[in-house]
């Protein structure tokens, strides 16, 4: 299990999505010819193809290490931690991701991916017969553009409903600019407490860019603000143009009747997620 | 065609550069991110003097590797810059930088920065750590690694024609700001 979790680790470092990097190169041709938005969004396709080839990671910053691990009654948790922080120290050694972990009290590097909360695991048993891994690699940048709202918002005139939560979505998109590594994919979450409201609204991101949300509002919302947006001109990088996200993907938990929090968690354009399933000892990557 | 820029470079040279210039740069330069920029501030140390001067500092914490001995950058992109504005104005007085690289801009402290001490803020693209780990032909040396670890540690290293962008000048020209102020104001007819 170790080694499968291992060729994971290095297949999300490495790899980028098929569905983000067709996302990159249908706005790069929407963008006009010869300007600087439509040059960077055709050298991170160039980047993605080189660090494929090379198995180098396509991003230096191999950022926090999310495992959503599902896994069925008979496999015990512990194992799977186990294999995974095994995993992590031995991609760590090859260069697959930069040692990322540092202990604020000491200030001192780990060296190898380990310490207090990372990786970042979270397990679900499930009655399904066999186990899913999926990993999100986030990076640092990405991740300083996180916002959590708490509505009623008095400066963007936000109140609690599905209005209030498109002005959200658009403030932390101009709140960002392009230091998340815009074109970016907004993860959101709508109600729980605010530490769940972080997690829900990354696990948004393992969606693939052209999932329609289930929910026909949402989905509304979704495809609102992904076009409002990309209105504001921010662009790639947030050196000016049309394509300043890639997607925004929304999900809910219930509140609390006193709370009404919106959480935005940004994903930079090296849209970094990798799934993995393993069944009768078979492993399958997508 | 983009501006090759040899460094060490001059003041003049510098000067004479502009917000939207497209440049390549070659040379040694240095990377200098969270920890070495307030190392640098509050130690002073005054054996960085010689490779700052007139050479440029990239936000960079980079993927290394060893191989024969020798460390080579496996992948190399910009880190958000914006972190060391409380300290890059100071930095470029102290040590006679000429150039400022990294991703997402930063603020007036060092637009003023540019301005008084002759320097460019360039902007490289966010994540493009392969393609840009191939513009480093060698690591000619490193400080504070024991201290600050991989990512942290003050990289000494020859670059040939690295590509950036102009967005911040010496003439109080930033693009940021230009597009924060574009954007800011799209938002609000969006609320209404």
Known sequence: MQDAFLELIRR?????????????DAYGRKEAEGSMARNILGKMIENAELAEAK???LCQDTGTLLFFIDY??????????????????AATKKGYLRPNSVDPRTERNTGNNLGAGHPSLHFHQWDKPYLRARLLLKGGGSENCGIQYKLPDKRLGAGRDLEGVRRCIIDAAVQAQGQGCAPGVLGVCIGGDRGHGYTVSKEQLFRKLDDPNPDKALAALEARCLDEINRLGIGPMGLGGATTVLGVKIG??????????????????????????????????? | MPKKIQLPVSEADIRALHAGDEVEISGIMVTARDAAHKYMVEKKPDYLHKVLNGSMIYHCGPVVGKEGGKYRFIAAGPTTSIREEPYEADVMGLYKVRGIIGKGGMGPKTLEGCKQHGGVYLHAIGGLAAVLAECVTEIVDVYMLDEFGVPEAIWVFRAKDFPAVVTMDSHGTSLHKAILDASTQVQQELYK
């Open chain 1, 252 to 286: 809910t938990a219930n509140r609390l009747p006193a709370s009404y929090f919106v959480t935005v968690s940004y994903m930079c354009w090296s849209c970094r997620r990798k799934q993995m399933i393993i069944r009768d000892k078979k492993v399958r990557y997508a």
């Open chain 1, 12 to 24: 999300a470092s490495t790899q980028l999505p098929k569905d983000v990097l067709d996302a990159i």
């Open chain 1, 55 to 57: 198995s180098v990671p």
């Open chain 1, 72 to 89: 069925p009654k008979k496999t015990p948790e512990k194992a799977i931690a186990d294999a995974i922080r095994k995993a992590v120290a």
